[in-house]
């Protein structure tokens, strides 16, 4: 069997919707399982709403567009069926109930943005069985068990094995509709495994099964050298070493998400990664192998935070102010992207989430001076030549720079 997964760009109208559809009925002789995203933009206007609800602002606006939006696809479907459009209604209806409430923001966050998936999947879901196709929606909260870290779930890999296996029985007859990026907690509070987090999701679902490939479906040709948005010159991987696709994805390569890699090299599961509006592209294959001279990967990673903690007492940082710093980054549960230091002070740099970050630095500054830069973009140059170390290095704006034998980075003013 096989594990598909589809972003968001796919199904981000009723057109990505039918091509979804057309893509599966190519490989109808497949046993599939089918992981989705939510549709388009909905995680960003879903946050939005978490926001507002927090705040203690109203968000029918924004709630009455996120409505309108999965009608709107549910009318170029000619979904008129009102059991399922109700199912729709039902679903807002939730997140409207959820974004209410008060208490912890990471918590009231998993439970309001996982309802993007639920909604792209019972959609999804219900277009493939009004033209014939054979499928079965799984709520992924049933499946995938995680600890209390809301937002990055920990997965409990036994349970989450242990409850896969029926799947195995509906995949003989049916393909299997189910959501990425969500998980539950014993008590049955629904998580998130991260932004970004369906890759993973189908990793997941692909080593308790023991799949056959994961096949994630973008907009773009493959993995490519870096956004071809921002760089129109970047050129697609053709082939990939697990080891280089994971440090990739370490240093902020946002076309898979970070955690996926792992659950798959350890099983051997091939990874695809393919073009969704032209299937017959190779795409880029990660896998278990070597590649020799591969071009300069360049990720460039924004909303980045620069956090200096300057010793007080003229003494220099020693290995106690370091565990610190440490102890504080780990109660917050951040995550630094580089660190550096000299002797009186110990810099790192970290993705800026406001909520978090202004706690961070209120309680490094019991111990410290602390000083923070925001609107900071670190870019990273893995397997740098000459002219790409040069270039970047000479980047106007740099405020942090470091370099090893392979990987050069520079955290820049944006």
Same mark, same amino acid.
């Given at each position: ?143 995938? @068990?995680?600890?209390?870290? !809301?937002?990055?779930?920990? *997965?409990?890999?036994? +349970? =989450? ?6 799947? %195995? ?75 280089? @696709?994971?440090?990739?994805? !370490?240093?902020?390569?946002? *076309?898979?998400?970070? +955690? =996926? ?6 099983? %051997? ?89 202004? +706690? ?55």
């Amino acid at each position: 069997m096989k594990i598909f997964k589809f972003g968001g760009a796919s199904l981000k109208n009723a057109q990505g919707i039918e091509n979804v559809a057309s893509l599966l009925k190519n490989h109808s002789q497949d046993k599939l399982l089918v992981v989705v995203s939510a549709m388009g933009k909905t995680t960003n206007a879903l946050e939005k709403i978490v926001d507002l609800g927090l705040e203690k602002k109203d968000f029918k606006s924004e709630l009455e567009d996120i409505k309108s939006y999965h009608h709107q696809a549910l009318q170029n479907l000619e979904l008129v069926d009102p059991s399922v459009q109700k199912l729709i209604d039902d679903v807002i209806e939730k997140i409207t109930s959820e974004a209410s409430k008060t208490g912890d923001f990471d918590q009231v966050y998993d439970q309001v943005v996982s309802q993007g998936e639920i909604l792209s999947s019972l959609i999804l879901c219900a277009y493939l069985q009004s033209i014939a196709i054979p499928v079965a929606w799984v709520d992924a909260r049933t499946i995938v @068990a995680t600890d209390e870290s !809301y937002r990055e779930g920990k *997965v409990d890999w036994g +349970k =989450t094995r242990q409850a896969a296996q029926p799947l %195995k029985s509906i995949l003989e007859k049916k393909i299997i509709i189910t959501q990425g990026f969500i998980g539950a907690t014993s008590s049955g509070r629904t998580t998130t495994l991260g932004r970004e987090g369906s890759d993973y999701s189908a990793a997941i679902f692909a080593s308790c099964l023991g799949a056959q490939s994961v096949t994630i479906w973008k907009d773009v040709p493959g993995v490519m050298s870096a956004d071809p948005k921002r760089l129109p010159n970047a050129v697609v991987f053709e082939e990939l070493p697990y080891q280089e @696709a994971a440090e990739m994805t !370490y240093y902020g390569a946002s *076309v898979i998400h970070p +955690k =996926t890699i792992k659950p798959l090299a350890n099983s %051997k599961i091939p990874l695809l990664v393919k073009n969704f509006d032209d299937p017959s592209l190779p795409g880029t294959h990660i896998h278990e192998c070597k590649v020799d001279r591969l071009p300069p990967l360049i990720v460039f990673k924004d909303n980045q935070c620069l956090i200096s903690c300057k010793v007080t007492d003229y003494t220099f940082v020693n290995e106690r102010q370091i565990e610190l710093i440490f102890q504080a980054l780990m109660n917050h549960d951040i995550h630094i992207n580089v660190m550096q230091n000299s002797a009186i002070s110990f810099s790192i740099c970290v993705d800026f989430r406001d909520h978090k970050i202004l +706690k961070l630095i209120q309680e490094l500054s019991k111990h410290f001076e602390v000083y923070y830069n925001t609107g900071l973009t670190l870019i990273t140059i893995k397997n740098y030549d000459a002219a790409s170390f040069r270039e970047y290095r000479n980047k106007a704006g740099v405020i942090l720079e470091q370099s090893s034998r392979s990987t050069l980075q520079v955290l820049v003013k944006s």
